[in-house]
């Protein structure tokens, strides 16, 4: 069954990036927000207790310090995983809907064609480790009712990003180096944030959606295509390789996710990533607090 507008709604993870988006999303709506300093998702009888009264649980908290991961797994498994299981047996107890959001980050990276959503998992990372835990102890726990939406690669108005990261560096560089050799989708999460509503709104099964905008581009296609909406010269992005940028946890080189669960669902998938990045500098997402970017 569809969610109603008239359903109840409870956010967690609510004062991030993503969860700002969900919430104007859902405006007009019966919205219980709940951020960290709120709800702890690892606490058993908090989360069953917070889940009590609404019919749907939009879960967008997340421990999302992907490098610190790698040394700090228990707490990266504790909120991305465990906290994952907890919602779906909360959710379920009540005969609830959840929306897990989950990440590219749980495929190796090795394809060469678009993940479809039934391909096989294998995370090299542990933050991708404990995001893959979270999706199949959520889809174990509460199988007809959890969607687990795969997004990346996010940008948007409410929080620190690459593409805000980007436009603040051009205001100290003359030029700056992005890396041209790994794939993936740069998604705006007002996108992702308006599409989980429409697949709450809808019919749709339960199971794996992948929530990114369409299209594919390198992170040094993407700097260039931030530089030009913001009015800068793109040729200030030069590319390099991921050799120059080594970090503790490895990068999917491949992350481009396949949307056909959107289409089998009667569903439209998201918008091509130029376009809404086009949309999202109109509305001032590429802002930062540094205006002399825009200037130069």
Not at 22 to 43: I, M, N, P, S
Not at 124 to 137: N, P, W
Request: charged residues 20%; proline residues 4%.
């Amino acid at each position: 069954m569809a969610a109603a507008q008239n359903s109840k709604y409870l956010v967690t993870g609510a004062r991030g990036m993503l969860g700002t988006d969900l919430l104007e999303a859902l405006f007009g709506r019966d919205v219980t927000v709940l951020g960290r300093a709120d709800l702890d998702v690892t606490d058993r009888d908090a989360v069953f207790a917070a889940v009590q009264g609404h019919d749907v649980v939009i879960n967008a908290a997340a421990y999302t310090a992907v490098d610190a991961a790698e040394t700090d797994e228990e707490a990266a498994l504790a909120v991305n995983g465990t906290a994952a299981g907890l919602l779906a047996e909360a959710t379920a107890s009540v005969g609830a809907k959840l929306v897990q959001v989950s990440t590219d980050y749980v495929f190796d990276g090795d394809a060469t064609e678009p993940y479809p959503e039934d391909a096989t998992i294998a995370p090299v990372s542990a933050y991708g480790r404990t995001k893959a835990e979270g999706e199949q102890l959520a889809l174990a726990a509460n199988p007809e009712g959890t969607y687990v939406v795969r997004t990346a690669w996010l940008y948007g108005a409410h929080g620190g990003n690459f593409a805000k990261t980007m436009v603040k560096l051009a205001a100290s560089h003359d030029t700056v180096k992005v890396v041209d050799d790994q794939l993936g989708q740069p998604t705006w999460t007002a996108d992702l944030a308006t599409q989980i509503v429409a697949l709450l709104d809808s019919d749709a099964p339960a199971g794996v959606y992948h929530g990114t905008n369409s299209g594919s581009a390198s992170w040094f296609e993407f700097a260039q295509a931030v530089f030009d909406e913001a009015g800068l010269d793109p040729a200030r992005v030069l590319p390099t390789d991921s050799s120059a940028f080594v970090r503790p946890a490895p990068r999917p080189s491949y992350s481009v996710l396949g949307h056909d669960a959107w289409a089998r669902a009667g569903l439209t998938p998201m918008r091509p990533w130029r376009e809404a990045l086009a949309e999202a500098a109109n509305r001032g997402v590429l802002q930062t607090d540094d205006h002399a970017a825009s200037s130069r």
